[in-house]
Structures are given as C-alpha cells and as structure tokens.
C-alpha cells in the first residue's frame, strides 16, 4: 500500500512513520564517551547493573555513547499537536564514502526530475 492509498477518516491519518537516517563523524571519542558516561550517571532511575553495563558499553563503543545521548523524544518534543506514540533508534558503525552514489540523499528526487518532461 502506497502513502497515497492509506485510509484517512476525517480528520486525516491517525498516526505518521517518520524516518530519518543520519551519518555521523566522530570527531573527538573521548568529548563523546564523557558526555554519555555524565548522561548515564545523571539518570537517577537506572539501575545499578544497567548502569555499569551501559557504562562499560560506552567505554568501548563510539556508537553505544552516542546511542545513550541521541534520544527520538527530544526531536519531537515541541512539535505541536503529536504525542509519540513509539520510537526505536540504533547506532552503528558504518562505511561512509561522500563521493560514493550508494550515499546520494538526493538519488530519488534525481531520478523523478530526469523522467519529468520539460515545463512540469
């Protein structure tokens, strides 16, 4: 089922995917470990053991620091008229090359402008 085809009730659809793909450069690890190890030992509600795991993780990891400061809440938090009903997000390590085709955000947009005919 196409965006084009879901059924709306009056009002419109009821509930909105949003997805976004980010790539990051990490450009200092230990400015970015610090940050989410404070984050973590801020969070008062975090259980001792959770909070050594997740210490542990980020001390390893660039992408698990980064997974515990990058919070979907925070990007939709003052958008008028929406609750967040669910989020999920992952971080990861990735092969990243600018020049490469696979990494043009645009590669869509290109490709329906190429098949519109002139003055549309």
Do not use: N
């Amino acid at each position: 089922m196409s965006t084009t085809e879901i059924p709306r009730g009056e009002s419109g659809p009821r509930y909105v995917r949003l997805q976004v793909e980010l790539v990051l450069e990490v450009t200092d690890s230990g400015q970015l470990a610090g940050a989410a190890l404070d984050h973590i030992g801020g969070d008062d509600f975090m259980p001792d053991d959770e909070r050594s795991h997740a210490e542990a993780a980020v001390k390893q990891d660039e992408s698990e620091a980064l997974a515990y400061l990058v919070d979907p809440f925070d990007l939709v938090t003052t958008v008028p008229g929406i609750e967040l009903v669910q989020a999920s997000w992952s971080c990861a390590h990735t092969e990243y090359d600018p020049d490469s085709d696979e990494w043009d955000l645009y590669e869509d947009e290109d490709a329906a402008a190429a098949e519109e005919p002139d003055g549309v």
